[in-house]
Nanobody, 119 residues
Framework: QVQLVESGGGLVQAGGSLRLSCAAS????????MGWFRQVPGKERESVAA????????DYADSVKGRFTISRDNAKNTVYLQMNSLKSEDTAVYYC????????????WGQGTQVTVSS
C-alpha cells in the first residue's frame, strides 16, 4: 500500500506561481512512476504531468507545457509540481498518483489539494 499526501495548494493571482508537493509512504516510491492530475467539478479528471521512476523522463499536457514542471526526490519520497504563469483555467483540485509496480496504471491516489487562480 502507498499513501499519498498532497500539499501546497491555495489561492494565487493570475500570473503567479505555486509549488505542489506529494509525500509518499513506504519503500517503493522510487520504483513507481508518478503523475499529477486535476479535476474541475462537472468535468473528467485530466492528466497534467507524469514522471518516470528515475525522473529522467517527463510528459505534460499541452495546456501546461512550458509553465509547469514535474520533478521528484526519491530520497525524500516526494514528487513536486512547480506551476508558473498560472491562469484562471488552472483552477482545479490537483491530485498526485502512483503507478503500480507491475502494471502501467495509476493504482494509488492522494486526497487532492485545491488550487484557485484569481483573474
Amino acid at each position: 500500500q502507498v499513501q499519498l499526501v498532497e500539499s501546497g495548494g491555495g489561492l494565487v493571482q493570475a500570473g503567479g506561481s505555486l509549488r505542489l508537493s506529494c509525500a509518499a509512504s513506504g519503500r517503493t516510491f522510487r520504483m513507481r512512476g508518478m503523475g499529477w492530475f486535476r479535476q474541475v467539478p462537472g468535468k473528467e479528471r485530466e492528466s497534467v504531468a507524469a514522471i518516470s521512476r528515475s525522473g529522467d523522463s517527463t510528459d505534460y499536457a499541452d495546456s501546461v507545457k512550458g509553465r509547469f514542471t514535474i520533478s521528484r526526490d526519491n530520497a525524500k519520497n516526494t514528487v513536486y509540481l512547480q506551476m508558473n504563469s498560472l491562469k484562471s483555467e488552472d483552477t482545479a483540485v490537483y491530485y498526485c498518483a502512483a503507478k503500480g509496480l507491475t502494471r502501467n496504471l495509476y493504482d494509488y491516489w492522494g486526497q487532492g489539494t485545491q488550487v484557485t487562480v484569481s483573474s
